[in-house]
């Protein structure tokens, strides 16, 4: 018994000291990547571009750092950018409401005033497997725990860029889940001397470590935390628009901290990526984790042998800094803002300044194109005429006083009358119309100041003035928020098959971390309009209210370009926009990936394409794209059925510009378009071609 007692007290520091099994199972030893294993330390290198190559040191020992070191070549020497690091990462759990409203496509849910409870994400250093995905390279290490999540840790390189994915990838079996999460990295001795971020001006800010200093919440622009020692630069910041679950306001809530003991749940000297538990403290909603799903709780990382500066800089080219980037023959627009201007300032009495913030914002952004949606439960929609007239005259004003050949400022509201759920209207050009009519009361009718004046009283009369002023409408939200069961409810109504009824908007909601895209609700609603037989689109909308530059605005709007050389003069009316929205003659895009073209046998969106008797077809598209492309889908339907054709892209590389072609047998479908996501699931996606 002494003898085996001896024996196992004389193995014991073999055992702490044993080698974690690593596994290349799919690895591409003959790629551009390079992995090795010695003394228990597995060296991943990686080309970054111009000829230099990223380096990670993933320490494998129990007890020690993940990160022993992350370098980054200059002139073909690798500079330390940090070391002895740990990934963090804190997941909050809360309860979804599945009851109340529409299941798991709910908005109007307020998590935070649920009971809830966060955790500090275990990870425990086990089996290793080391594998390429076209031009990526991914480790998977160990376990992740939490509560009742588990799964592994996940860290993915990037060829042709210093950029790092690092992911705590984990599901749960309760049902009825929402959660949020922080993240980070953390070390015990920090080997930063300065910490840098950009004020919400723009301003690169600094500070230095101090690893005695409590962690602090920042508002940054860009989304971005930055720490510097003297051999370069480390850049943390989240995907742009994924890890922005919906709200209603925009508000910058410090989404990065740095600092010692954050949430006095991560230990040591870090920063970080952070969510505010209460949100916007309207309506709440976080994540869906749904049974079983493999949520990714992930950050991006990027390397930089420069300062601080210089790697801000690499990291806002993957957003064009938060602008809209311009592309030749189109004009972005985005829509649906209640930052209610009218009733809060002009009609309030208060001076109106030459340049209002919302406009700047709009303008800085990039956007072309602002239709409102003002009068949002502010006004007076129902009359008296002699308010709501002098309500409207003021909002065209406003419009006309602000827009000019390079910015469209265009008048519209969300009604949510007459036709059931909320919706959004858009004339071509200033019209005056009440939302009530009484028994005797003319349709329309001449009054002094205004010319035409409508007045609506039901469904019947909302499609004549529709008819009438050739205007558009469509659902806002639609199946969530207010428009919960709707266009379905009146699908079968004679508005909604007009041609004057575009279809629905498309926006965020719900956000679910386990899946390549976002918006799939409104996704299937397209899919299921394209089945009905019905020529409809769908518009990407912000739903937003305050607009204001300190705001994170980016990350929670969308922009369509809309087909169109010129912006047309305000004062001679703008029909021509709605024509291209009408028309299905645009792209949308949450701004990293642009579709300048896209075409089936040479149809473009919007347009019927005959096909040949075999079906056989070809769909071009030209992508440009900033972070690298995960996957293209063909999305196409018989009627009944929707198909998905999935394309890989995860070989290509950050940057990049390519015309693609690919065959396609459409035989039996009656419609088809088009999706592409990337590797921080920022996407773009075209209208239907309708095939004969």
């Known amino acids: 018994?002494?003898?085996?007692?001896?024996?196992?007290?004389?193995?014991?520091?073999?055992?702490?000291?044993?080698?974690?099994?690593?596994?290349?199972?799919?690895?591409?030893?003959?790629?551009?990547?390079?992995?090795?294993?010695?003394?228990?330390?597995?060296?991943?290198?990686?080309?970054?571009?111009?000829?230099?190559?990223?380096?990670?040191?993933?320490?494998?020992?129990?007890?020690?750092?993940?990160?022993?070191?992350?370098?980054?070549?200059?002139?073909?020497?690798?500079?330390?950018?940090?070391?002895?690091?740990?990934?963090?990462?804190?997941?909050?759990?809360?309860?979804?409401?599945?009851?109340?409203?529409?299941?798991?496509?709910?908005?109007?849910?307020?998590?935070?005033?649920?009971?809830?409870?966060?955790?500090?994400?275990?990870?425990?250093?086990?089996?290793?497997?080391?594998?390429?995905?076209?031009?990526?390279?991914?480790?998977?290490?160990?376990?992740?725990?939490?509560?009742?999540?588990?799964?592994?840790?996940?860290?993915?390189?990037?060829?042709?860029?210093?950029?790092?994915?690092?992911?705590?990838?984990?599901?749960?079996?309760?049902?009825?889940?929402?959660?949020?999460?922080?993240?980070?990295?953390?070390?015990?001795?920090?080997?930063?001397?300065?910490?840098?971020?950009?004020?919400?001006?723009?301003?690169?800010?600094?500070?230095?470590?101090?690893?005695?200093?409590?962690?602090?919440?920042?508002?940054?622009?860009?989304?971005?935390?930055?720490?510097?020692?003297?051999?370069?630069?480390?850049?943390?910041?989240?995907?742009?628009?994924?890890?922005?679950?919906?709200?209603?306001?925009?508000?910058?809530?410090?989404?990065?901290?740095?600092?010692?003991?954050?949430?006095?749940?991560?230990?040591?000297?870090?920063?970080?990526?952070?969510?505010?538990?209460?949100?916007?403290?309207?309506?709440?909603?976080?994540?869906?984790?749904?049974?079983?799903?493999?949520?990714?709780?992930?950050?991006?990382?990027?390397?930089?042998?420069?300062?601080?500066?210089?790697?801000?800089?690499?990291?806002?080219?993957?957003?064009?800094?938060?602008?809209?980037?311009?592309?030749?023959?189109?004009?972005?627009?985005?829509?649906?803002f209640h930052n209610e201007f009218i009733m809060s300032v002009v009609r309030n009495g208060k001076p109106v300044p030459d340049s209002p913030n919302f406009v700047k914002v709009f303008k800085n952004t990039g956007i072309d194109i602002i239709h409102l949606a003002e009068f949002h439960y502010t006004a007076h929609p129902k009359g008296p005429d002699s308010l709501r007239l002098p309500e409207l005259k003021a909002l065209h004003d406003i419009c006309a006083r602000f827009s000019n050949n390079k910015f469209l400022l265009l008048p519209g509201e969300e009604p949510n009358e007459f036709l059931g759920g909320h919706w959004l209207s858009f004339f071509p050009k200033p019209v005056y119309w009440v939302m009530s009519r009484k028994p005797d009361q003319p349709f329309v009718s001449e009054v002094a100041g205004y010319g035409k004046v409508y007045h609506i009283g039901d469904k019947e009369d909302m499609l004549k003035l529709m008819e009438a002023e050739n205007g558009l409408m469509w659902t806002a939200h639609p199946r969530t928020k207010g428009s919960t069961g709707y266009p379905d409810k009146y699908k079968d109504e004679k508005f909604f098959q007009s041609d004057h009824f575009m279809g629905g908007a498309w926006k965020h909601i719900p956000a679910d971390l386990s899946k390549p895209r976002f918006g799939d609700r409104v996704f299937e609603l397209l899919d299921d309009m394209n089945n009905w037989g019905l020529k409809k689109h769908i518009i990407a909308e912000a739903d937003l209210f305050t607009v204001e530059p300190e705001n994170e605005m980016y990350a929670h709007l969308n922009v369509n370009y809309l087909k169109m050389d010129k912006l047309p003069d305000y004062k001679q009316g703008w029909q021509p926009v709605l024509n291209a929205i009408k028309g299905g003659h645009f792209f949308t895009?949450?701004?990293?990936?642009?579709?300048?073209?896209?075409?089936?046998?040479?149809k473009q969106s919007g347009e019927t394409l005959k096909l040949p008797a075999n079906g056989k077809a070809t769909v071009n598209a030209q992508i440009n794209w900033t972070f690298p492309l995960s996957f293209a889908e063909i999305i196409s339907g018989d009627g009944k059925k929707v198909y998905r054709h999935r394309i890989e892209l995860n070989s290509t590389q950050a940057f990049g510009s390519k015309q693609f072609s690919w065959p396609v047998d459409l035989k039996g479908r009656k419609w088809v378009r088009f999706e592409v996501w990337d590797a921080a699931v920022n996407g773009a996606f075209t209208q239907t071609i309708y095939l004969q």
């Open 1 to 336: 018994m002494l003898k085996k007692l001896m024996l196992v007290l004389g193995l014991c520091p073999l055992l702490l000291n044993a080698q974690t099994p690593v596994t290349f199972s799919g690895f591409n030893k003959s790629g551009s990547a390079k992995a090795v294993v010695n003394n228990n330390i597995l060296t991943v290198s990686w080309p970054v571009g111009s000829n230099e190559n990223g380096q990670l040191l993933l320490d494998l020992d129990q007890g020690k750092p993940l990160f022993k070191s992350m370098q980054i070549s200059k002139n073909k020497v690798y500079k330390a950018v940090a070391t002895n690091l740990n990934p963090a990462f804190v997941l909050t759990v809360g309860k979804r409401d599945l009851v109340s409203q529409n299941g798991w496509n709910i908005f109007f849910d307020k998590v935070p005033q649920k009971p809830h409870q966060s955790y500090p994400v275990k990870f425990e250093k086990g089996r290793v497997n080391i594998s390429t995905a076209g031009s990526r390279t991914v480790v998977k290490v160990g376990k992740v725990t939490a509560e009742k999540f588990n799964g592994t840790l996940e860290i993915t390189l990037f060829n042709g860029s210093p950029l790092v994915n690092i992911a705590a990838v984990m599901s749960t079996p309760v049902d009825s889940t929402a959660i949020l999460y922080d993240a980070g990295l953390v070390s015990q001795t920090p080997s930063w001397k300065n910490l840098a971020w950009a004020s919400t001006d723009g301003q690169l800010q600094t500070a230095v470590a101090n690893i005695g200093e409590a962690s602090r919440n920042l508002a940054v622009k860009y989304r971005t935390i930055l720490a510097q020692q003297n051999s370069g630069s480390l850049a943390v910041f989240p995907a742009p628009h994924q890890y922005f679950y919906p709200l209603d306001e925009a508000f910058n809530l410090k989404f990065v901290w740095y600092g010692n003991n954050y949430r006095d749940m991560l230990h040591g000297y870090g920063l970080g990526i952070r969510q505010e538990l209460e949100g916007d403290k309207r309506f709440v909603p976080w994540f869906n984790a749904p049974p079983n799903t493999q949520q990714r709780l992930n950050f991006f990382c990027l390397l930089s042998a420069g300062s601080p500066g210089d790697a801000l800089a690499e990291v806002k080219k993957f957003t064009h800094n938060d602008v809209y980037p311009k592309v030749a023959g189109y004009k972005t627009l985005s829509s649906h």
């Open 589 to 602: 895009s949450t701004g990293e990936i642009m579709l300048p073209v896209f075409n089936v046998n040479g």
